[in-house]
């Protein structure tokens, strides 16, 4: 598996204001996603973030709402933006490590807790 | 709509008993099969994952899959109270070609009482 970390750990926002949330690996990985876990809820997926291009988004998702960068291997970040109280929710990537594995398993990092008040 | 089905629980199991965890899918063409462990306030981990049909065992998990029946399963022996947690069961490969992505079930909260 592979070191993940994430910035913030949590956070308390204002409705309206935005937050960007990091995730760094300890090495290169070719996919990285963003998962958002709402109180009581599984994950639901965000996003693929995609090395040096546009993001790859689920349905209900836009980009305008969660605009992720992914600059290199081993870096994302994920903003959410204008935020409301129905945002507050835990905030995970997770990466795939397909060259030690061909099965897709996915590992994920220690998540970001926002609350929007 | 391609889903993922858990019984939410709670399942309760005395110290020592074996822990039953279940999992049906929809889409019969999934490939992999993978369940995390996800402790209050943690985020998930995972501890196995199938891809065969029959059982994988590891340590005191053993995963097992049947795919004609589209069911996926953990049973964890000698349960102890540091396995409770809520178990995620995930599948992929599930709406054909973003075989990638997982698709997660609602989680079954597992409660060993010594």
């Known amino acids: 598996s592979a070191v993940i970390s994430q910035k913030p750990s949590r956070d308390i926002c204002q409705r309206g204001t935005s937050l960007t949330i990091q995730c760094q690996v300890d090495?290169?990985?070719?996919?990285m996603f963003w998962y958002r876990q709402q109180p009581g809820q599984s994950l639901t997926l965000i996003a693929t973030?995609?090395?040096?291009?546009?993001?790859?988004?689920e349905s209900g998702f836009v980009i305008d709402k969660f605009p992720i960068s992914r600059p290199n291997l081993t870096f994302s970040t994920l903003t959410v933006s204008n935020m409301s109280p129905e945002d507050s929710s835990i905030y995970l990537c997770?990466?795939?490590?397909?060259?030690?594995?061909?099965?897709?398993?996915?590992?994920f990092g220690p998540g970001t807790r926002l609350t929007v008040l | 709509q391609k889903e993922v089905e858990q019984n939410s629980g709670p399942l309760s199991v005395p110290e020592g008993a074996i822990a039953s965890l279940n999992c049906t899918y929809s889409?019969?063409?999934?490939?992999?099969f993978f369940w995390y462990r996800q402790y209050s306030g943690k985020s998930p981990e995972l501890i196995m994952f199938?891809?065969?049909?029959g059982d994988k065992e590891d340590g005191r998990f053993t995963a097992q899959l049947n795919k004609a029946s589209q069911y996926v399963s953990l049973l964890i022996r000698d349960s102890q109270p540091s396995d409770s947690a809520t178990y995620l069961c995930?599948?992929?490969?599930?709406?054909?070609?973003?075989?990638?992505?997982?698709?997660f079930g609602k989680g079954t909260l597992l409660t060993v009482n010594p």
């Open positions: 889409d019969r063409g999934s490939q992999s």
């Open positions: 090495s290169q990985v070719t996919m």
């Open positions: 199938i891809y065969s049909n």
């Open positions: 995930a599948v992929n490969g599930m709406g054909g070609g973003s075989n990638y992505k997982l698709t």
């Open positions: 997770s990466v795939q490590l397909a060259a030690q594995s061909s099965y897709n398993e996915q590992f």
């Open positions: 973030a995609n090395q040096g291009s546009e993001a790859t988004y």
